[in-house]
Protein backbone atom coordinates (compact mmCIF):
# COMPACT_ATOMS: atom_id res chain seq x y z
CA UNK A 1 0.00 0.00 0.00
CA UNK A 2 1.49 3.38 -1.02
CA UNK A 3 1.75 6.55 1.43
CA UNK A 4 -0.64 9.32 0.67
CA UNK A 5 0.49 12.00 -0.47
CA UNK A 6 0.54 14.14 2.87
CA UNK A 7 1.84 11.08 4.93
CA UNK A 8 4.95 10.77 2.62
CA UNK A 9 5.03 14.99 2.54
CA UNK A 10 5.87 14.11 6.55
CA UNK A 11 7.78 10.81 5.76
CA UNK A 12 10.34 13.30 3.82
CA UNK A 13 10.72 15.70 6.50
CA UNK A 14 11.66 12.96 8.78
CA UNK A 15 14.18 11.60 6.37
CA UNK A 16 15.97 15.03 6.05
CA UNK A 17 14.40 15.60 2.30
CA UNK A 18 13.85 19.08 3.43
CA UNK A 19 13.98 21.32 6.38
CA UNK A 20 10.09 21.24 8.10
CA UNK A 21 8.96 24.29 9.73
CA UNK A 22 5.40 23.92 12.14
CA UNK A 23 3.86 27.16 14.20
CA UNK A 24 2.96 26.60 17.86
CA UNK A 25 -1.04 27.35 16.67
CA UNK A 26 -0.54 24.58 13.95
CA UNK A 27 0.42 22.08 16.87
CA UNK A 28 -2.58 23.45 18.83
CA UNK A 29 -4.94 23.36 16.20
CA UNK A 30 -3.75 19.67 15.58
CA UNK A 31 -4.04 18.54 19.06
CA UNK A 32 -7.58 20.56 19.31
CA UNK A 33 -8.89 18.11 16.25
CA UNK A 34 -7.63 14.79 17.18
CA UNK A 35 -8.81 15.18 20.78
CA UNK A 36 -12.18 16.06 19.60
CA UNK A 37 -12.29 13.02 17.38
CA UNK A 38 -9.93 10.73 19.05
CA UNK A 39 -8.93 9.10 22.39
CA UNK A 40 -6.84 11.25 24.41
CA UNK A 41 -3.72 9.02 24.30
CA UNK A 42 -4.20 9.31 20.63
CA UNK A 43 -3.66 13.08 20.90
CA UNK A 44 -0.42 11.95 23.24
CA UNK A 45 1.06 10.32 20.60
CA UNK A 46 -0.03 12.61 17.32
CA UNK A 47 1.90 15.37 20.01
CA UNK A 48 4.91 13.02 20.41
CA UNK A 49 4.97 12.18 17.04
CA UNK A 50 4.87 15.99 15.78
CA UNK A 51 8.15 16.55 17.99
CA UNK A 52 10.49 13.54 16.89
CA UNK A 53 10.29 14.91 13.36
CA UNK A 54 14.05 14.71 12.12
CA UNK A 55 14.91 18.38 12.09
CA UNK A 56 11.17 20.25 12.74
CA UNK A 57 11.56 24.01 13.70
CA UNK A 58 9.00 25.20 15.69
CA UNK A 59 7.68 29.04 14.95
CA UNK A 60 7.03 30.06 18.88
CA UNK A 61 3.72 32.30 19.46
CA UNK A 62 6.02 35.06 20.53
CA UNK A 63 7.71 34.93 17.33
CA UNK A 64 4.15 35.03 15.28
CA UNK A 65 3.05 37.63 17.85
CA UNK A 66 5.90 40.06 16.56
CA UNK A 67 4.43 40.00 12.96
CA UNK A 68 0.76 41.35 14.29
CA UNK A 69 -1.14 42.83 11.85
CA UNK A 70 1.36 42.69 9.05
CA UNK A 71 -0.47 41.78 5.74
CA UNK A 72 -3.94 41.57 7.86
CA UNK A 73 -5.30 43.33 4.77
CA UNK A 74 -4.64 40.45 2.56
CA UNK A 75 -5.96 37.61 4.51
CA UNK A 76 -9.55 36.70 4.60
CA UNK A 77 -9.91 34.33 7.80
CA UNK A 78 -8.24 35.54 10.94
CA UNK A 79 -7.68 32.24 12.07
CA UNK A 80 -5.36 31.85 9.40
CA UNK A 81 -3.10 34.69 10.23
CA UNK A 82 -0.46 32.84 12.80
CA UNK A 83 -0.29 30.25 10.17
CA UNK A 84 1.21 32.93 7.50
CA UNK A 85 2.99 34.63 10.21
CA UNK A 86 5.06 31.41 11.08
CA UNK A 87 5.53 31.57 7.07
CA UNK A 88 7.10 34.72 7.06
CA UNK A 89 9.06 34.76 10.54
CA UNK A 90 10.96 31.61 9.29
CA UNK A 91 11.14 32.44 5.84
CA UNK A 92 9.83 29.78 4.65
CA UNK A 93 10.48 29.05 0.69
CA UNK A 94 6.74 27.14 0.52
CA UNK A 95 4.10 26.87 2.37
CA UNK A 96 2.51 23.70 2.02
CA UNK A 97 -1.25 23.43 2.48
CA UNK A 98 -4.69 21.12 1.63
CA UNK A 99 -6.39 24.48 2.60
CA UNK A 100 -7.71 25.73 -1.31
CA UNK A 101 -9.04 29.10 0.94
CA UNK A 102 -5.36 30.25 1.71
CA UNK A 103 -4.30 29.80 -1.79
CA UNK A 104 -7.34 32.37 -3.28
CA UNK A 105 -6.15 34.72 -0.80
CA UNK A 106 -4.72 37.82 -1.64
CA UNK A 107 -1.65 36.83 0.31
CA UNK A 108 -0.93 34.59 -2.01
CA UNK A 109 1.26 37.11 -3.59
CA UNK A 110 3.13 37.00 -0.33
CA UNK A 111 2.86 33.45 0.08
CA UNK A 112 4.42 30.39 -1.96
CA UNK A 113 1.28 28.04 -1.40
CA UNK A 114 1.59 24.70 -2.93
CA UNK A 115 -0.24 21.37 -2.31
CA UNK A 116 1.57 18.60 -0.97
CA UNK A 117 1.13 16.79 -4.59
CA UNK A 118 2.71 20.25 -5.95
CA UNK A 119 5.31 20.07 -3.20
CA UNK A 120 6.58 16.54 -3.99
CA UNK A 121 6.96 17.60 -7.51
CA UNK A 122 9.44 20.30 -6.89
CA UNK A 123 10.96 17.57 -4.32
CA UNK A 124 11.35 15.42 -7.47
CA UNK A 125 9.14 12.61 -5.52
CA UNK A 126 6.09 11.62 -7.23
CA UNK A 127 2.71 12.32 -5.31
CA UNK A 128 -0.99 10.82 -5.71
CA UNK A 129 -4.08 11.82 -6.28
CA UNK A 130 -6.05 11.48 -3.54
CA UNK A 131 -10.02 11.83 -2.52
CA UNK A 132 -10.36 15.78 -3.36
CA UNK A 133 -7.45 16.32 -5.23
CA UNK A 134 -5.05 17.65 -2.93
Known sequence: MR???RE???ELADQG???A???FHTINELMHNVKSRCLKNVAGWMFAFTWSIHGIEFVQKEEIDALKGL???LITDTDDVPHIHAYLDSEC???VTTDRRLIEMKINEKVNFKSPKSFLQILGVKGYDTVGGV
Do not use: G, R
Open 17 to 19: AYS
Open 3 to 5: PAT
Open 8 to 10: LVI
Open 71 to 73: YSD
Open 93 to 95: DYF
Open 21 to 23: VVS
